[in-house]
Protein backbone atom coordinates (compact mmCIF):
# COMPACT_ATOMS: atom_id res chain seq x y z
CA UNK A 1 0.00 0.00 0.00
CA UNK A 2 1.30 3.39 -1.05
CA UNK A 3 0.81 5.96 2.36
CA UNK A 4 0.83 9.55 1.03
CA UNK A 5 1.18 12.00 3.76
CA UNK A 6 -1.63 13.82 3.32
CA UNK A 7 -3.53 10.76 3.90
CA UNK A 8 -2.44 10.21 7.30
CA UNK A 9 -3.10 13.86 8.18
CA UNK A 10 -6.68 13.63 6.61
CA UNK A 11 -6.83 10.27 8.90
CA UNK A 12 -7.75 10.88 12.36
CA UNK A 13 -8.21 14.49 14.83
CA UNK A 14 -4.79 14.80 15.82
CA UNK A 15 -4.53 17.75 18.36
CA UNK A 16 -1.02 18.24 17.74
CA UNK A 17 1.08 18.32 14.51
CA UNK A 18 4.91 18.92 14.57
CA UNK A 19 6.91 19.27 11.09
CA UNK A 20 10.67 19.39 10.51
CA UNK A 21 11.96 20.90 7.20
CA UNK A 22 14.47 22.08 5.04
CA UNK A 23 12.15 24.34 2.51
CA UNK A 24 8.65 25.11 2.71
CA UNK A 25 5.84 26.83 1.42
CA UNK A 26 3.17 28.76 3.45
CA UNK A 27 0.53 28.70 1.31
CA UNK A 28 0.62 24.58 0.58
CA UNK A 29 0.99 24.03 4.21
CA UNK A 30 -1.94 26.28 5.09
CA UNK A 31 -4.28 25.64 1.95
CA UNK A 32 -3.70 21.37 2.23
CA UNK A 33 -2.01 20.19 5.54
CA UNK A 34 -3.43 23.17 7.92
CA UNK A 35 -6.91 22.50 6.27
CA UNK A 36 -7.21 19.00 6.59
CA UNK A 37 -5.91 19.28 10.40
CA UNK A 38 -8.29 21.94 11.39
CA UNK A 39 -11.15 19.93 9.20
CA UNK A 40 -11.06 17.22 11.75
CA UNK A 41 -10.40 19.01 14.77
CA UNK A 42 -6.55 19.57 14.83
CA UNK A 43 -5.51 22.63 17.52
CA UNK A 44 -1.81 22.85 17.41
CA UNK A 45 0.61 22.51 14.48
CA UNK A 46 4.31 23.94 14.74
CA UNK A 47 6.62 24.03 11.55
CA UNK A 48 10.48 23.74 12.44
CA UNK A 49 12.62 24.74 9.73
CA UNK A 50 15.85 26.24 8.45
CA UNK A 51 16.66 29.66 8.77
CA UNK A 52 16.58 30.02 4.49
CA UNK A 53 13.80 28.05 4.34
CA UNK A 54 11.97 30.24 6.47
CA UNK A 55 13.43 33.54 4.79
CA UNK A 56 12.53 31.91 1.41
CA UNK A 57 8.97 31.31 2.49
CA UNK A 58 8.21 34.45 4.35
CA UNK A 59 7.32 36.52 1.05
CA UNK A 60 4.74 34.08 -0.44
CA UNK A 61 1.53 35.23 -1.43
CA UNK A 62 -1.64 33.94 0.00
CA UNK A 63 0.00 32.71 3.08
CA UNK A 64 -2.20 34.52 6.15
CA UNK A 65 -2.81 32.07 8.75
CA UNK A 66 1.09 31.81 10.43
CA UNK A 67 1.35 32.97 13.94
CA UNK A 68 -2.48 32.77 13.92
CA UNK A 69 -3.66 28.98 13.55
CA UNK A 70 0.17 27.91 13.01
CA UNK A 71 3.63 28.91 14.72
CA UNK A 72 6.87 28.61 12.33
CA UNK A 73 10.30 28.42 13.97
CA UNK A 74 13.49 29.03 11.92
CA UNK A 75 16.34 26.52 12.76
CA UNK A 76 20.18 27.88 11.76
CA UNK A 77 22.73 25.01 12.24
CA UNK A 78 26.30 26.34 12.91
CA UNK A 79 28.17 24.94 9.54
CA UNK A 80 25.09 22.82 8.03
CA UNK A 81 21.37 23.34 7.28
CA UNK A 82 18.25 21.95 9.35
CA UNK A 83 17.56 19.25 7.11
CA UNK A 84 15.23 16.47 8.26
CA UNK A 85 11.41 15.95 7.28
CA UNK A 86 9.61 14.56 10.22
CA UNK A 87 5.84 14.73 10.88
CA UNK A 88 4.62 14.05 14.34
CA UNK A 89 0.73 13.52 14.51
CA UNK A 90 -0.72 13.62 18.42
CA UNK A 91 -4.42 12.77 19.05
CA UNK A 92 -5.90 11.84 22.21
CA UNK A 93 -5.07 8.57 21.88
CA UNK A 94 -3.02 7.89 19.30
CA UNK A 95 0.88 9.22 17.46
CA UNK A 96 1.95 8.68 14.28
CA UNK A 97 5.48 9.56 12.93
CA UNK A 98 6.27 10.45 9.20
CA UNK A 99 9.91 10.24 8.23
CA UNK A 100 11.07 10.89 4.47
CA UNK A 101 13.02 12.78 2.03
CA UNK A 102 10.22 15.68 1.07
CA UNK A 103 9.98 19.09 2.28
CA UNK A 104 6.95 20.62 3.36
CA UNK A 105 5.77 22.04 -0.36
CA UNK A 106 3.46 20.83 -3.34
CA UNK A 107 6.24 18.65 -4.67
CA UNK A 108 7.60 17.08 -1.71
CA UNK A 109 4.13 15.85 -0.51
CA UNK A 110 2.84 14.43 -3.78
CA UNK A 111 4.19 15.81 -7.10
CA UNK A 112 8.39 14.35 -6.54
CA UNK A 113 9.17 11.08 -6.07
CA UNK A 114 10.04 10.39 -2.52
CA UNK A 115 9.97 8.04 0.42
CA UNK A 116 8.69 8.63 3.53
CA UNK A 117 8.34 5.74 6.64
CA UNK A 118 5.50 5.74 8.89
CA UNK A 119 6.25 4.58 12.34
CA UNK A 120 3.80 3.83 15.13
CA UNK A 121 4.59 3.04 18.83
CA UNK A 122 3.37 -0.71 17.66
CA UNK A 123 5.29 -1.82 15.35
CA UNK A 124 8.25 1.11 15.66
CA UNK A 125 8.78 2.02 19.38
CA UNK A 126 12.88 2.36 18.92
CA UNK A 127 12.76 4.44 16.10
CA UNK A 128 10.16 6.92 17.54
CA UNK A 129 12.57 6.79 20.65
CA UNK A 130 15.08 7.97 18.64
CA UNK A 131 13.38 10.87 17.16
CA UNK A 132 12.93 11.81 20.23
CA UNK A 133 16.76 11.64 21.22
CA UNK A 134 16.65 13.90 17.86
CA UNK A 135 14.53 16.65 18.96
CA UNK A 136 16.11 16.54 22.81
CA UNK A 137 19.31 17.18 20.95
CA UNK A 138 17.69 20.19 19.06
CA UNK A 139 17.50 21.47 22.74
CA UNK A 140 21.12 20.60 23.68
CA UNK A 141 23.45 20.77 20.75
CA UNK A 142 26.11 24.05 20.26
CA UNK A 143 25.41 23.24 16.80
CA UNK A 144 21.59 24.74 17.05
CA UNK A 145 22.24 27.87 17.20
CA UNK A 146 18.53 29.33 17.63
CA UNK A 147 15.56 27.41 18.03
CA UNK A 148 12.47 27.09 19.40
CA UNK A 149 14.43 26.50 22.85
CA UNK A 150 12.05 25.71 24.81
CA UNK A 151 9.38 24.36 22.39
CA UNK A 152 12.46 21.97 21.60
CA UNK A 153 12.75 20.73 24.93
CA UNK A 154 9.78 18.52 27.02
CA UNK A 155 6.99 21.20 27.86
CA UNK A 156 3.57 20.90 27.47
CA UNK A 157 3.68 21.78 23.78
CA UNK A 158 6.79 20.45 22.64
CA UNK A 159 8.03 18.33 19.86
CA UNK A 160 9.93 16.09 22.65
CA UNK A 161 6.99 15.80 24.68
CA UNK A 162 4.93 15.24 21.50
CA UNK A 163 7.08 12.47 20.70
CA UNK A 164 7.60 11.09 24.33
CA UNK A 165 3.59 10.76 24.13
CA UNK A 166 3.72 8.40 21.31
CA UNK A 167 6.36 6.29 23.08
CA UNK A 168 4.78 6.54 26.67
CA UNK A 169 0.84 7.21 25.55
CA UNK A 170 -0.01 7.75 29.69
CA UNK A 171 2.24 10.26 29.56
Partial sequence: MILAPLDLVSAHPWQRA?????????????AVVLEALVRKGGRQALILADVNGVRASIGEQGAQR????????????????????????AGIDDCHVIAGSGTLTFGGWGGNCEVLEHLHPSFAADAIADIAA???????TGRVRRCAGDQCAVSQSGPLDLVASCIEPNM
Fill in 18 to 30: VFTTYAFSLSFFE
Fill in 66 to 89: VGKDYEVEPVAVSNGVFHPKISVL
Fill in 134 to 140: FFESLSA
